[in-house]
């Protein structure tokens, strides 16, 4: 994968390689299935020091491209989403003040998640039953523990170089690294210094309420509806997803929420919401069951203040709220040393969640390197297709967010930015400075 080799364009559809994953989180998951299914040898490295990532309780808006992936990979045969079938807007007495007709699906990190270790290394799990391999597959290998601390290429590929939480040491061989490893990449880290995540000025509170603990009215706001509040400084949405072992069937569903707020940088409110029960400051992410009692008892009397009724009920309700700052990251370029270190998803742009594109960006990366890998598409393409949709939708992210957080609009302004953001990709038409390479 050497940039702008039309030889190496011509081969790569017939040469084997080791495709070494950084991140084996959904955009790891996802390069390492596309890229096995094309026999293609991979192996995953995760820095988390347990065999499976912990369940992080959030819903995922699954866009065009995340089941485009699901439908083109998976080989569970299972429900993966929950159907909403309006777009609606509440006022603050909890009023439907506009509404529009549309399908979208709404699944969950968890189910997203053990269909993939399912798929890529038959991890078994209560979401679905472990789908045979074909012959045809490449070898997929997960490795948990291993944090990558350096990157020296070779003639003919890379070395990375590893360490685990007790201090072992040790390297693997790559013909291309694919750092999937989030918005605070270490990939990205050690050949991009310069690029660094920043907080936007506001957080997102989240959690789930099981739907059939909720009262009539909020069951009439949330089930099958995704549902908006707004008002100065608060955006709030909710809409079901699958439930425990990602059950689909009525009753059992989760309402999920995502309460943006503004915490200034700094501020004495900040310090409050994301340091946990133990008095641990986390800079980006407080994990469910770890939010401090007095911290979120604060958020519900806010939320009874600034809320409709029906949202203010499941926040108030849920058992294990969890907290992510929201941040800005987008790094110049996809791909370091020659082509051999590739970045996809939120390592390469980390969207605002306003966007709900999070988990559609990584399955399209994944979707479009492995056309790439495979010679369906020119360097040149692949780089216009993925760059163009880093820069252009996080770009978008910022605008929304700001507008939503710091700007006093008229409730048209924000249904005009919602519509607008559920484009599907494949009618955006992206500026030239997105696609300049």
Not at 165 to 188: C, H, K, W, Y
């Amino acid at each position: 994968m050497v940039q702008g080799d039309e030889q190496h364009d011509a081969k790569v559809a017939t040469t084997k390689k080791h495709f070494v994953i950084v991140g084996g989180s959904l955009g790891g998951l996802a390069a390492g299935l596309a890229l096995r299914e094309l026999g293609h040898d991979t192996t995953i490295l995760e820095r988390n020091p347990t065999p499976v990532l912990e369940h992080q309780g959030a819903g995922i808006v699954a866009g065009g491209d995340t089941l485009a992936f699901f439908k083109k990979y998976n080989r569970c045969d299972r429900p993966i989403a929950v159907t909403s079938h309006r777009r609606q807007y509440l006022d603050k007495d909890g009023n439907v003040t506009h509404k529009e007709d549309m399908d979208q699906n709404m699944t969950s990190w968890d189910l997203a998640y053990y269909l993939m270790r399912a798929n890529y290394d038959g991890v078994e799990n209560p979401y679905c039953k472990v789908p045979e391999r074909s012959l045809t597959d490449g070898a997929s290998v997960h490795l948990h523990n291993q944090n990558v601390t350096d990157i020296k290429e070779r003639d003919d590929g890379l070395e990375v170089f590893w360490k685990s939480s007790s201090g072992d040491e040790g390297s693997i061989l790559a013909d291309v690294l694919v750092g999937a490893d989030g918005p605070s990449s270490t990939i990205r880290t050690l050949l991009a210094p310069e690029v660094q995540r920043v907080y936007a000025g506001y957080c997102a509170l989240r959690g789930t309420v099981l739907e059939s603990e909720v009262s009539d009215a909020a069951r009439e706001a949330f089930c099958e509806r995704f549902t908006f509040f707004h008002c100065r400084g608060v955006q709030i949405l909710a809409y079901l997803i699958p439930g425990k072992d990602g059950t689909v069937e009525p009753g059992r569903r989760l309402i999920n929420f995502v309460y943006y707020t503004n915490f200034a940088e700094g501020s004495a409110e900040l310090e409050e919401i994301m340091t946990d029960r133990h008095g641990k400051r986390h800079r980006i992410t407080l994990p469910p069951g770890l939010t401090d009692a007095d911290a979120w008892e604060k958020q519900r009397r806010i939320a009874r203040e600034l809320l409709p009724p029906q949202f203010a009920e499941i926040v108030c309700a849920t058992q294990k709220p969890f907290v992510q700052a929201v941040t800005d990251v987008l790094s110049p370029t996809n791909e370091f040393m020659h082509g051999k270190v590739v970045l996809i998803g939120d390592a390469l742009a980390g969207f605002r969640p306003h966007t709900v594109a999070s988990t559609s960006q990584a399955a399209f990366d994944a979707m479009v390197l492995a056309d790439y890998v495979d010679g369906k598409l020119s360097w040149e393409e692949w780089k216009r297709e993925t760059l163009g949709f880093a820069r252009f939708i996080q770009k978008r992210g910022v605008d929304m967010g700001n507008r939503s957080q710091f700007e006093e609009l008229p409730l048209k302004e924000h249904i005009h930015d919602r519509n607008v953001a559920s484009v599907p990709r494949e009618k955006e038409v992206y500026p030239e400075w997105a696609t300049a390479i």
